[in-house]
Every structure is written in structure tokens, then in C-alpha cells.
């Protein structure tokens, strides 16, 4: 029960969060990192370690789970930028899809059978119905929502041929940060809605581009489902119980239920910086959906986890402190390749 966990992905934005949490329980934790995209600084309890090197290293990953027996793997190592899986779909593939197989074969060696994936709702593509339930059909339309698909089709294989339990937790929009603004959202290139229309609101960008605005939503602008990042940390820690308590495979959603257009964000974030958002309003981003909204019931039902945040201003104020409260700049800048 106290076996320690493998975090992958650990100093990333939604892993940073999770770990906190997981620590905070408890629970004795290993981050494996490779810092491209994440933050050391982001791993802020002492206790937890943090291994930088790269989920693919078999011989890296099979030495850790010698040294301490993993009860259970999550795993959030991937890339995802949408955009870039288009132009670079290799990168994403490699990363993504081959790079957690080495994981997988260190799980089998060493008999670890419990693993929490961080998957998405890309995987659903283009939905046929809303809301967007787990038995929606999954026709991811890029690379990047190909490639975390692939691996869920992984984990259930391995689970038929070795028992491998697995929670593919496909997320919704991630936003807000801790609520002490001590660890946050830092992405470079920072391309999501929320950090982009507060850098607008502060002269960071010179503007907002709102992309499309002849959506059939009722304000012509997209429609999501933002969830709070520590809501996602929480789903993290039920799915682990879940499967440690010997519970089946799961897949679920992980959203509030609530969608919010791009000019509700915009209103939303006017009134919480008592900034005016400058905006441009552009053309249609490519393989933007008009509406992705969960239901996420079946996550209430299997693992008695929902969103304790529903209100997008619980979402973008801590967002808001982060960056331009005192914790600004915690973070060092750095240039990933
Ligand atoms: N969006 C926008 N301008 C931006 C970034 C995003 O209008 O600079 C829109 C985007 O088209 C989508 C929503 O905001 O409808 C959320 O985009 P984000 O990139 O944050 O997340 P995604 O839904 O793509 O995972």
C-alpha cells in the first residue's frame, strides 16, 4: 500500500499539481522528469525526488524500479502542443506512443500492474453528441490526440495479457493554479486561452486573437470545458485508490460540465484584473471544435470524484495571481527546443 509511486511527467503544469497533492497525502513519490517542458522549481515538497531523464531510457526507468518497487506508475510525460503534433507528427508519436512503452516494459518486468494515464479529451475528435460521455466514438483529428489514443489501446492490451489496471483520464480544458500561487501554469510558447487573455490584460501581448467568431455557439465564439487544475490533481489521487483497492480499468472524463465560450473568458478575466482585454478577432483556428463539453458522471459514479470548481473566475483568478502576484517569476525563463 505504501509502495512508493512513479509521477512521469511530475514538473509539468498538471503534474506539479498532482504531486503536491500526493505528497501532501502521504504518499512517497519519484518524479521522472526531463525538465524540456517542466519546471524543477515546480517540485516544492522536499520529500518528493526528482530523477531528470527521459521516460524512454529503458535502462534509466528499469534501474529506478530496482531501487524502489513501484507500486504504481502516473503518467504524465507527453507533448501537447496540437498545432506542432500537425507539422511534427514524429515528435509526438515518439514521445508520446513509443517513449511510455518502455515504461510499460519495466511495469511487466517488475510486476507493477497500476497505472493512472493523463489522457484527453482530443482523443474524442470532433463529438457526435454533447455532452461528451466516455462511450462518445474517439476519432481524434490530430497527431497529438492520435497519439494519447494509441496508448490508451496500449494499456488495455496489457491489461488483457498481464493484468495491467489502468485509469486513462482524458481532461477537459486544465486552468487555474494552486491556490497559494506557489506552483502554476508556465508554458513556453504559452498558447492556451486563459494565461493568453491575462498576458493581453497586462501588455504581456499586445493583444488577444480571438480565433473565429461564426461558430454556431451563441456568441460565435468556441465553447469549453474548463477544469481547475487541482480538481484534476484530485481525480489523479481517487483513480490511485481506486485501482490500488483493486479496482477495473477506467476510463473517464474529466471536466465540470460547464461550457464557457472564449468571450465569456474574455469578460470573466475584464472583470477580475479591471483591465480592458484587447482583442483582434481572427479567422477560425484549424481542428478547433465550436463546443467540447464533458459529462462527467461516470467519473462521480466510479471513482466519487467531480469538480468542486464550477466557476470560471475560480479558474482564472488564481491564474491571475500567478502571474502577476507575488510568486510572479518563480519560474525561469528557459527555451525548449
Ligand atoms: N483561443 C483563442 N485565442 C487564443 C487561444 C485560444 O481564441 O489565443 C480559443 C481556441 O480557439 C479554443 C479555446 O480558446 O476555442 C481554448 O483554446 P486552448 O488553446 O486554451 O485549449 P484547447 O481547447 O485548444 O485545448
Given at each position: ?5 512513479l ?41 518528493v525526488e ?12 528499469r ?27 514524429l ?30 479529451c ?15 466514438s474517439?476519432?481524434?483529428?490530430s ?14 492490451d ?7 489496471r ?13 491556490a ?34 461564426d461558430?454556431p ?15 484534476l ?5 481517487r ?11 477506467v476510463s473517464?472524463?474529466?471536466g ?29 483556428r484549424?481542428g ?6 464533458a ?8 471513482l ?12 482564472i483568478?488564481?491564474a ?8 510572479h ?9
Amino acid at each position: 500500500m505504501n509502495a512508493p509511486i512513479l509521477v512521469t511527467g511530475g514538473a509539468g503544469y498538471i503534474g506539479s499539481h498532482t504531486v503536491r497533492l500526493l505528497a501532501a497525502q502521504g504518499r512517497p513519490i519519484v518524479v521522472l522528469d526531463n525538465l524540456v517542458y517542466g519546471h524543477a522549481q515546480a517540485i516544492i515538497d522536499p520529500q518528493v525526488e526528482l530523477v531528470v531523464g527521459d521516460v524512454g531510457d529503458s535502462g534509466l526507468v528499469r534501474s529506478l524500479f530496482a531501487q524502489h518497487r513501484f507500486g504504481a506508475v502516473v503518467h504524465f510525460a507527453a507533448y501537447a502542443y496540437v498545432g506542432e503534433s500537425v507539422t511534427n507528427p514524429l515528435k509526438y508519436y515518439r514521445n508520446n506512443t513509443a517513449e511510455p512503452l518502455e515504461l510499460l516494459l519495466a511495469m511487466q518486468e517488475f510486476g507493477c500492474q497500476v497505472f493512472v494515464f493523463s489522457s484527453t479529451c482530443a482523443t474524442y475528435g470532433v463529438p457526435d453528441t454533447l455532452p461528451i460521455t466516455e462511450s462518445n466514438s474517439q476519432c481524434p483529428i490530430s497527431p497529438y490526440g492520435r497519439s494519447k489514443l494509441m496508448l490508451e489501446w496500449v494499456l488495455a492490451d496489457c491489461g488483457h495479457a498481464w493484468g495491467l489496471r489502468s485509469a486513462c483520464l482524458r481532461y477537459f480544458n486544465a486552468s487555474g493554479c494552486s491556490a497559494d500561487g506557489l506552483i502554476g501554469e508556465d508554458h513556453d510558447p504559452e498558447t492556451h486561452l486563459i494565461p493568453r487573455v491575462l498576458m493581453a490584460a497586462t501588455g504581456a501581448i499586445d493583444h488577444l486573437e480571438v480565433f473565429g467568431t461564426d461558430y454556431p455557439t451563441p456568441d460565435g465564439t468556441c465553447i469549453r470545458d474548463y477544469i481547475h487544475v487541482e480538481d484534476l490533481a484530485d481525480a489523479h489521487a481517487r483513480a490511485l485508490d481506486h485501482l490500488a483497492a483493486g479496482g477495473a480499468s477506467v476510463s473517464c472524463n474529466l471536466g465540470t460540465g460547464v461550457g464557457v465560450s472564449v468571450k465569456e473568458i474574455i469578460s470573466a478575466a475584464e472583470a477580475i484584473t479591471g483591465q480592458p482585454v484587447p482583442v483582434h478577432y481572427g479567422p477560425r483556428r484549424a481542428g478547433d471544435p465550436a463546443m467540447l463539453v464533458a459529462d462527467p458522471a461516470l467519473a462521480m459514479r466510479l471513482l466519487g470524484w467531480q469538480a468542486v470548481r464550477k466557476d470560471i473566475r475560480e479558474m482564472i483568478h488564481p491564474a491571475w495571481l500567478w502571474m502577476h502576484g507575488p510568486a510572479h517569476g518563480r519560474y525561469p525563463k528557459k527555451n525548449p527546443q
